[in-house]
Protein backbone atom coordinates (compact mmCIF):
# COMPACT_ATOMS: atom_id res chain seq x y z
CA UNK A 1 0.00 0.00 0.00
CA UNK A 2 1.20 3.54 -0.97
CA UNK A 3 1.97 5.75 2.49
CA UNK A 4 1.71 9.43 1.41
CA UNK A 5 1.11 10.42 5.24
CA UNK A 6 2.35 14.13 6.28
CA UNK A 7 4.80 14.51 9.00
CA UNK A 8 2.70 16.26 10.86
CA UNK A 9 -0.19 13.58 9.99
CA UNK A 10 2.04 10.75 11.25
CA UNK A 11 2.91 12.22 14.43
CA UNK A 12 -1.37 12.77 15.19
CA UNK A 13 -1.95 9.16 14.46
CA UNK A 14 1.04 8.64 17.06
CA UNK A 15 -0.80 10.31 19.43
CA UNK A 16 -3.92 8.60 18.95
CA UNK A 17 -1.89 5.44 19.64
CA UNK A 18 -0.92 6.47 22.69
CA UNK A 19 -4.25 7.93 23.86
CA UNK A 20 -5.86 4.14 22.97
CA UNK A 21 -3.03 2.56 25.10
CA UNK A 22 -3.47 4.72 27.99
CA UNK A 23 -6.78 6.15 27.94
CA UNK A 24 -9.47 3.57 26.38
CA UNK A 25 -11.72 2.24 28.55
CA UNK A 26 -12.91 -1.02 27.03
CA UNK A 27 -13.45 -3.83 29.63
CA UNK A 28 -16.07 -5.13 27.49
CA UNK A 29 -15.19 -5.06 24.18
CA UNK A 30 -11.19 -5.32 24.74
CA UNK A 31 -11.28 -2.82 21.89
CA UNK A 32 -9.11 -0.06 22.36
CA UNK A 33 -9.28 3.11 20.62
CA UNK A 34 -7.35 6.58 20.33
CA UNK A 35 -8.49 9.47 18.82
CA UNK A 36 -6.53 13.05 18.85
CA UNK A 37 -7.60 16.20 16.97
CA UNK A 38 -4.96 18.70 15.27
CA UNK A 39 -6.22 22.47 15.41
CA UNK A 40 -4.34 25.46 15.82
CA UNK A 41 -1.17 23.52 16.15
CA UNK A 42 -2.23 22.31 19.28
CA UNK A 43 -3.55 18.05 19.47
CA UNK A 44 -6.40 16.94 21.79
CA UNK A 45 -6.83 13.51 22.52
CA UNK A 46 -9.60 11.30 23.20
CA UNK A 47 -10.15 7.28 23.86
CA UNK A 48 -13.39 5.06 23.99
CA UNK A 49 -15.52 4.63 27.13
CA UNK A 50 -17.69 2.04 27.95
CA UNK A 51 -20.44 1.18 29.79
CA UNK A 52 -22.17 -1.86 30.97
CA UNK A 53 -24.97 -0.54 29.78
CA UNK A 54 -23.41 -0.92 26.17
CA UNK A 55 -24.96 1.50 23.96
CA UNK A 56 -24.09 4.44 26.60
CA UNK A 57 -20.31 3.96 25.97
CA UNK A 58 -18.63 6.71 23.94
CA UNK A 59 -16.21 6.05 20.44
CA UNK A 60 -13.04 8.07 20.90
CA UNK A 61 -13.20 10.63 18.40
CA UNK A 62 -16.06 12.16 19.50
CA UNK A 63 -14.34 12.24 22.99
CA UNK A 64 -11.04 13.96 21.08
CA UNK A 65 -13.47 16.31 19.10
CA UNK A 66 -15.59 16.79 22.27
CA UNK A 67 -11.83 17.80 23.91
CA UNK A 68 -10.97 20.26 20.96
CA UNK A 69 -14.67 22.25 21.34
CA UNK A 70 -14.57 22.28 25.02
CA UNK A 71 -10.76 24.13 24.66
CA UNK A 72 -13.22 26.53 22.25
CA UNK A 73 -10.95 25.36 18.68
CA UNK A 74 -13.49 26.56 15.60
CA UNK A 75 -11.68 25.06 12.95
CA UNK A 76 -10.05 21.14 12.90
CA UNK A 77 -7.58 20.39 10.45
CA UNK A 78 -7.16 17.00 10.87
CA UNK A 79 -8.31 13.85 13.33
CA UNK A 80 -6.08 10.64 13.89
CA UNK A 81 -7.89 7.29 15.19
CA UNK A 82 -6.05 4.02 16.47
CA UNK A 83 -7.91 1.00 17.03
CA UNK A 84 -4.79 -1.33 18.65
CA UNK A 85 -7.08 -4.33 18.19
CA UNK A 86 -8.29 -3.68 14.84
CA UNK A 87 -5.31 -5.30 12.86
CA UNK A 88 -5.03 -9.12 14.64
CA UNK A 89 -6.77 -10.83 17.39
CA UNK A 90 -4.88 -12.00 20.51
CA UNK A 91 -3.93 -15.09 18.19
CA UNK A 92 -2.51 -12.91 15.37
CA UNK A 93 -5.22 -13.25 13.28
CA UNK A 94 -6.23 -10.38 10.81
CA UNK A 95 -9.08 -8.70 11.62
CA UNK A 96 -10.89 -5.79 9.36
CA UNK A 97 -7.26 -4.71 8.48
CA UNK A 98 -7.63 -0.75 9.14
CA UNK A 99 -9.56 1.28 11.64
CA UNK A 100 -12.52 3.47 10.16
CA UNK A 101 -15.01 5.41 12.44
CA UNK A 102 -18.50 4.15 12.56
CA UNK A 103 -21.34 6.34 10.75
CA UNK A 104 -22.54 8.54 13.81
CA UNK A 105 -17.92 9.56 14.31
CA UNK A 106 -18.35 10.50 10.40
CA UNK A 107 -21.58 12.79 11.23
CA UNK A 108 -19.78 14.40 14.37
CA UNK A 109 -16.60 14.98 11.83
CA UNK A 110 -18.50 15.89 9.15
CA UNK A 111 -20.28 18.84 11.21
CA UNK A 112 -17.70 20.27 13.75
CA UNK A 113 -14.47 19.58 11.07
CA UNK A 114 -15.70 19.74 7.75
CA UNK A 115 -12.42 20.48 6.17
CA UNK A 116 -10.52 18.04 8.02
CA UNK A 117 -8.37 15.12 6.82
CA UNK A 118 -8.86 11.89 8.48
CA UNK A 119 -5.91 9.40 9.23
CA UNK A 120 -6.34 5.84 11.04
CA UNK A 121 -3.93 2.75 11.37
CA UNK A 122 -3.38 0.35 8.48
CA UNK A 123 -5.03 2.86 5.98
CA UNK A 124 -1.55 4.87 5.14
CA UNK A 125 -2.83 8.14 3.38
CA UNK A 126 -5.53 11.10 4.48
CA UNK A 127 -8.48 11.53 3.38
CA UNK A 128 -11.49 13.60 3.22
CA UNK A 129 -14.60 13.83 5.11
CA UNK A 130 -16.56 14.50 2.21
CA UNK A 131 -15.39 11.42 0.58
CA UNK A 132 -16.53 9.14 3.49
CA UNK A 133 -19.04 10.76 3.68
CA UNK A 134 -20.35 12.87 0.69
CA UNK A 135 -24.16 13.98 2.13
CA UNK A 136 -24.31 14.71 5.78
CA UNK A 137 -27.58 15.05 7.92
CA UNK A 138 -27.80 18.94 8.05
CA UNK A 139 -30.25 21.03 9.34
CA UNK A 140 -30.72 23.93 7.27
CA UNK A 141 -31.56 26.41 9.39
CA UNK A 142 -28.57 25.98 12.26
CA UNK A 143 -30.90 27.34 15.23
CA UNK A 144 -33.68 24.89 14.58
CA UNK A 145 -35.22 24.03 16.66
CA UNK A 146 -34.33 27.18 18.67
CA UNK A 147 -36.02 30.27 17.69
ZN1 LIG B 1 -17.76 6.08 16.43
Same mark, same amino acid.
Not at 85 to 91: I, K
Given at each position: MEHTMEPIQEQLLEAAKKAAEECSYS????YRVGAAVYANGQIYHGANVENA??? +?GICAERVALSHAKMHG???? =?GIAIFC +? =???????GRPLVGYTMPCGGCLQWIAELAPDAWVVTNGLGRAVRIADLLPIPFK +?? =???FPVR
Open positions: PYSQSSN +LVQHI =D +L =DALRDET +LL =DPS
